[in-house]
């Protein structure tokens, strides 16, 4: 046919280009090119944001918008209060996180436990992370929140906060379970072939080498699910003003001033913490795509 | 004369795929056994089944003796004194070198950690890769990998070892030192029980050969006689198979 064969591919990876490819995800696309390349991408830019900007403002609605949206002195009034309801996110965010790594680990080593004597426990842990999986997180949290408050237990707290945030636990562990569980099943049998052959028991080898192989593997996922929690704290805003997270200060101002911007800063709030959780998660998935380059290299 | 290993008829089944039909060995103390045959023989299922990591469906398994089939059994216990080494060295990337070496004779034996940790650099030392002791696995060629599964499992102080095709992913040039490290065992008195393609080291090494087919072993002896002079068809076959693709 006359086509040149196709260039075979270099058996080894060269890291050193893979770590130029890295940096080169936004800024360095370009790089390449030099000083012109340069230029060209901020003239580029500059034209381009000069167009959208001058459709957006000269749009028959824009002062409207920005009397709604984008009103400083409405932001500098609502922000202060905002942001002291995000500490509460924040908090609520870190409390949670611990106890949703280990009791949803917790579940997962239930549900892969083999052998008939387990049946009980799997079945116990495959109900769990079905019943809570399947309903909507908003529901969970509505219902613990109002619901168990509502019960009046004497010994057990009486903040709809608080159970509030026992649905979101509910909820996000029997997510997490689930991607711990695809971690461990992603461990080789092999593994566990050679750990069992070593006289270790079945407990031994979850804890020595499967889940510590699992956890590492789904460290990427995991810091997904967190990205997720951390905007879901403001699900606690339904369960009462009270407890005062952003998102309850943010609709305060808004329904008592007729204006948004209050909400703008809540999500301000949580942009600046969730994108740069996107960020490293793309990093940390990349160091592992580039560890197990090096890896399959040798 | 003691028995390190008695199989009486052992059969296995993977579901409708019967692998092992009946298979009988006596294995004595320091007898180094090579198991010969074509893939599919069950060579390795006769290996893990010896172990314990597959059970097996008829049939009894001593080991020193004791039985370790049927109800009872302490399948760790067993274990102990039954090392096994895989064709893919199954090492836990995890874990440094010490680490994977240490593990089971601390956690099973109980072994204190400076204790299993001095015992197995003394193990690195013999082996020669004492400066490979703080190395992640993939750090290693495939001949150090192997030749790290097999100091993980003589770290346990196994009276028997079993040894799966050690050398068959190992690229050519890597498999002489980790057939050095057999040989060194061998000439230490280890009772051995390989699966092996390498005919000209099994000549060497082995007091015994058998040849596995069908899941039975159809013919046995020393090597010099299985080597040049087999009685059956199906072992001529085999080894003249072998000699064609220059393997022997």
């Known amino acids: 046919m006359g086509t040149a064969p196709a260039p075979i591919p270099p058996v080894i990876p060269d890291l050193r280009r893979s770590r130029e490819e890295r940096r080169s995800k936004i800024l360095g696309s370009f790089k390449a090119e030099g000083v012109r390349g340069v230029l060209i991408a901020i003239l580029s830019t500059l034209v381009f944001l000069g167009v959208l900007i001058a459709i957006v403002i000269n749009s028959p609605n824009w002062l409207l918008i920005k009397q709604q949206f984008f009103n400083s002195r409405e932001f500098s009034n609502t922000f202060p209060y905002v942001l002291h309801g995000f500490f509460h996110n924040i908090e609520v965010f870190l409390m949670l996180e611990p106890l949703i790594l280990v009791f949803a680990l917790l579940l997962a080593v239930m549900r892969s436990l083999r052998g008939p004597i387990f049946f009980p426990i799997r079945a116990l842990a495959i109900v769990y992370i079905d019943f809570f999986r399947g309903i909507p997180t908003i529901l969970l949290v509505y219902l613990f929140g109002f619901g168990v408050p509502a019960l009046q237990i004497p010994g057990l707290p009486h903040a709809g906060a608080f159970w509030g945030g026992v649905g979101l636990l509910l909820s996000y562990s029997a997510y997490v379970a689930e991607v711990y569980r695809a971690g461990i099943e992603s461990v080789h049998a092999s593994q566990t072939a050679a750990a069992r052959s070593l006289g270790l028991t079945r407990a031994a080898t979850l804890r020595f080498v499967i889940v510590p192989q699992a956890v590492r593997r789904v460290v990427p996922p995991l810091m997904n699910d967190f990205i997720s929690l951390q905007k879901d704290t403001a699900l606690l805003s339904i369960v009462g003003g009270q407890f005062g997270e952003a998102f309850n200060h943010g609709q305060i101002s808004q329904q008592s001033d007729f204006n948004f911007t209050s909400l703008l800063g809540v999500a301000l709030c949580f942009l600046v913490i969730t994108v740069p959780m996107t960020r490293f998660t793309d990093h940390v998935l990349e160091r592992q795509r580039r560890r197990r380059m090096a890896g399959a290299a040798l | ?248």
Do not use: W
């Not at chain 2, 990591?53 to 109800?71: M, W």
């Open chain 2, 1 to 248: 004369m003691n028995l390190a290993i008695r199989a009486e008829s052992i059969h296995k089944r993977f579901d409708d795929h019967e692998v092992l039909r009946g298979l009988s060995l006596d294995v004595e103390e320091h007898e180094v056994i090579c198991l010969i045959g074509a893939s599919g023989s069950g060579k390795s299922t006769l290996l893990r089944c010896l172990n314990l990591l597959e059970a097996i469906d008829a049939g009894r398994i001593f080991i020193l003796g004791r039985p370790v089939t049927g109800r009872g059994v302490d399948q760790n216990d067993v274990r102990r004194h039954v090392g096994i080494v895989f064709q893919s060295f199954n090492l836990f990337p995890h874990m440094t070198v010490l680490r994977n070496i240490t593990l089971a004779p601390q956690e099973v034996l109980g072994t204190s950690r400076s204790r299993a940790e001095v015992e197995a650099r003394e193990l690195l030392d013999r082996f020669a890769l004492t400066e490979r002791a703080d190395d992640y696995p993939d750090r290693l060629s495939g001949g150090q990998q192997q030749r790290v599964a097999i100091m993980r499992a003589l770290a346990m102080n196994p009276d028997i070892m079993l040894l799966d095709e050690v050398t068959s992913a190992l690229d050519p040039e890597l498999v002489a030192e980790v057939l050095d490290v057999i040989r060194e065992l061998a000439a230490g008195g280890m009772t051995m029980l390989l699966a092996t393609h390498e005919m000209g080291f099994a000549k060497d090494i082995a007091t015994r050969v058998c040849f596995l087919d069908e899941g039975v072993i159809l013919e046995e002896g020393p090597p010099e006689q299985i080597f040049s002079d087999p009685k059956q068809e199906r072992t001529k076959q085999f080894l003249q198979r072998i000699v064609a693709a220059g393997r022997l």
